[in-house]
């Protein structure tokens, strides 16, 4: 049997996907330097990679109830469409906010003015960070009347953030990722990727991420600031 969590971070880290560099760390989008930056988007080149996400999110959903798939926009679209053909299943996706033009929609696919009412919903999210955009998808969903109580993710930081951010959702809702952090950095550790020391830079990222790089002299940019 394939072991999804590791095949994906091999081919991520070949494709140069999954990045880590501890010495020069990447700025995320909240101006936090951090030792990893994840493109799941780049599988998308890949035949046998896209191939492998699929029958990963594909083995993950298998025995959920669900009668549609959706994805988060953007990202979760792609690994959304290709599990929906899998199963053979609808597929809608859902905007971080309403349109503010046009039918103003937030779940693209059905009709502006039908909601989910009767349809159990799984959610496809490429990459859960801190996990604000994907509970707040899981909440769309919810309140267009459809039931969500599953997400599944290619790739799972496993912040604390994140549980917090799923933990408020009422019912709850759970999280499936094929591959996570603990795993990345086994693997890393595995093929040599990178030295002990390095390695041990990163399980200290994982233990205390948003004081990391204060701590190693790569502190927040602020927004209007240049890295």
Known sequence: MIDYGRAIAKAGLEIKAIKLNPDNPFQWASGYRMPIYNDNRMFLFFPED????????????KGLPFSVVAGTSTSGIAPGVLLSEKFKSPFIYIRDKPKDHGLRNRIEGIDAEEDLSGHVIILVEDLISTGGSSANAVQGIRDAKGRCDNCLSIFNYGLDKAVQEFSVLDPICEVRSLLTYDV????????????KEQIRV????????FN?????????????EKK
Do not use: C, M
């Not at 990163?202 to 991420?209: I, Q, S």
């Open 212 to 224: 990391w790089g204060e701590k190693h002299g790569f502190p927040k940019v602020e927004k209007g």
């Open 50 to 61: 896209r191939e492998l996400i699929t029958d990963g999110l594909a083995s993950i959903a």
């Open 184 to 195: 990345l950095l086994d693997v890393a550790k595995e093929i040599g990727y990178l030295t």
């Open 202 to 209: 990163l399980e200290e990222w994982r233990a205390d991420p």
